[in-house]
Every structure is written in structure tokens, then in C-alpha cells.
DNA sequence: TAGTGGTCTAGACCACTTT
DNA sequence: AAGTGGTCTAGACCACTAG
């Protein structure tokens, strides 16, 4: 762990712990360098973590302010990360529909950027939360970069799987949003009506080193997915 | 503007360009410096502001690259800027709806962070792209930030207005996106069926100073929509 | 091993807010 | 005038990639 991020972790814990209630404010930049024992440069960076997570405001010649937002039970688009991270103590569960590996065709090489013939992974999960369905997920992956999936690791964590065993690390993700109506299969898995609204994420996830590796189309249930982010 | 600005205009443009088409990366750190005459720092702070418009992805030991993102025709949520600037070489017209000053009741002044009776502009519009209806929009401002408003500047461009002639600079903004299904006037105005989809994006723009100045409500067309981000 | 991006420091000065 | 965040510099060293 770098400095900044040790930096910016003990503020978010200090944050969270409400030490900064009276003020509604961090410390000075100056004060923390003292603190911290660190530099300018390096709490700049600690505070830049803060302010993309929504968890402060830089006022120049005032301060840094707390935020108070209200994002109950909301997914926070500005990550990597899925739903698991922003539903802490909720019950998971994640069922394989369907699972194979394919030959690229022209349309999938398309979207994910290989060649034609390379073999991938589609996989079919339905996501349930709290013994609710929550989304109908479609995803391809290149067998290229991960070798091998099964029903297993897909009903558990993809994610975890690829950082941990596989040690790959996640560089940048593109997020296409809009909505439309649900198939007649999407609303029988999600227990919703046919033509109801569908609000669709497609996900396209790159490693560090700017390969894509993953590319989603998420269909989730209208009435409860909402999504949060914050934007400059 | 300051250097970095400087700088990252003009990496952008040399971008779009094609300067680059060959390599598909940018001059290196150290190239930059010497070219532009400036540090380390003002390079990366450039180079930031690029990545954040998905411009560019870094690798570490290897180079700063050119991405190829296909978003047409989308609007980018990470960003205060309406459809506008996502929009260039359409008509886009506001039609006013409604406009009204009201005080602010208990759920208002929750939302909009205020007191209780504080003067409020409620405001719907019906923004139409190249003739055809695409949002629906619900806006509430601060009366005590922006004094007036009419018809006119609401048919116009209201954020134009607030930075040009009040002198206001916009800080950031909280966007939580969801799905509903149309109400009756909404798909009379969009010209679309009752119960029809409708992707909702609810923004709240604050001021440099971290006072919220506008609540929106704004009610898409699904089928003219998109919404494009980069997520790290 | 050389090239390139990432982290970190120390210090100067500017822009804006608050008193 | 004093306090506080923003920009900028010069330079050292680390982490990772690629030939």
C-alpha cells in the first residue's frame, strides 16, 4: 500500500468514526503533513481518493468538507467493483443459467476487441439478493485471458477468482446505461411483468494493462436497483 | 487557464488529430516535459484530465495509449454539462413547461438542503432534440442563489446563464439514475405509451462553495437515450 | 538493461475565503 | 492580514514493461 492510500484510508476511517462532527471539516492540508509526517503532494493524492468516493468537497482558501449523501441502498457506478461491495450484510446468491465457451463470430470480436475464432466464455447468471432476483446477467469472457471458469467460481465470486487466483489486476471499466423493456424471459427470472421497465448496464472491464477482458449486459430489476455517482 | 489545461487542450487535440495514429500512445512523461517546458507534475495533472475523459489509459512501464471508444451518440455522466455538449450539430430546443416561484415545505427544504419557506423556482421543460421530444425535466433552484429566471433564459440555456451572468462557478454533482415507468403526461409529451420505460436521472448540482444551488428530476426518452461512463 | 509511468519530497508562489 | 487550498518546479527513487 502506497502512502496516499494509507493516508486515505485512516481519513475515511476517521471520517466514518465521525471525529470531525464539530467542524464538518478534515484538518489543513498542512496540518495533516504534519500528522502524517508526509508531503503536500502525498496528501493531495490521499484527499483526491476521498473526494471521488463522494466523501468530501474541496472549498480553495476554506477547507475540506464533509459530505453528507444519502445513498441508502444504492450501487456506486464509479468503481469496478459489482453489487457485492454495496450491499454489506445481504445474502448473495448468484445462479449459473447457463455456461459455454464459443467461437468469437464477427459481432462478438467486435465488442471484445479480438480476433474472430477466439474462444469465449458466455456465461447466463441471475443475481439474487436477500432471496429477491435483482438482475439477469449476460457476460462474455475472453478464455484467452481467463483460462478456465465453471459453475462454481461463476456462482461465487468471478471477481475475487481473477484477482486472487488468477492475480490479474483491473485497470478501467466503460459503462453504457439506458433502459428498455423486459423480455419475456427476463421477467419471469426476475419475477416482474413482461414489457416492464428494465434498467441495462453494459459493462466493458479492462486490465491494467488496457486489454478487455469481460463484457456484460445487465438487466436489473426496475424496482430495486438505483445507482449513485458523483461527477465535477 | 493554468498549464496543465493548457496542456491537456492540446494533447486532446493533437489526439483527434491523428498525430498519434501510428504509435497509438502519447509522447512519453519526459518527452512532454521538455516539449511544453514544464514539470513532472503539471504533465500528470494534464494527463489526468484526458484519462478522465477516457481519452487515454496509462501502463505502467510502457506508455500512455490512445483509447478507441465508440460512444456515439451518448451522454457522459461524469460531467456538470448537460445534453448540449454531448449533442454537437443537433437543434436542441427547451420548451417551458411550467415556471413558478413556491416556497420551500418540509420535502423540499430536505432535499435542497435549506430552510423551511425558503423561495424556491420549480420549473418543467421539455427538451426536444432535433424536433423530437427527449426528456422531461423537473428542476428546482434556489431562489436565494439564483435570483431570476424567466421564460426565456429556461428556454435558453440555464447553466450558460448562471456562469456567464451571475458569475457562479459550479463544484460538482451527486447523479442517482434508476428506471420508472412513464406517467400518462410524460408519454403524451415524449410521445411515447403510458407504462413505457423511462430511464430518470436525479441531479444535484452544487456550487464551487458545496452549496446546492438545483435539484433536477429529468425523465428520458428510452429510445433516444444513452448514457456513457469511465470508471476506474 | 534501458525505457517509462508511479510515488514522494521540499519548497515557492498564487487564488480565494475569512476575520 | 492571516489562513487555506491550488499550481508549479526540480529532483530522487521505485515499479513495471519490453527488448
Redesign the pocket.
Known sequence: M????FVANQLADRINNNEFKHTK??P???QLMQEY??????I??A?KILTKLGLLY???????FIREIKKYDTIFLSGTRGITKDHPGTHIENKCLHIEVIEADEKIAQFMLCEQGTPIYYIERLRIVDEVPYAVEYTYYNKNIIHYLNKEIVESSIYQYIKEDLKLTFGFADKYISARKLTERESELLKLQKDDPAIIIEDNVYL??GTLFNSSQITYNYQLAHFFMTAE
Open positions: 502506497t502512502k496516499y492510500e471539516k478534515i489543513t492540508e498542512d509526517n508526509v508531503s503536500k503532494n502525498t493531495r493524492n484527499i474541496p472549498v480553495q482558501g476554506s477547507g475540506m491494467a494493462n
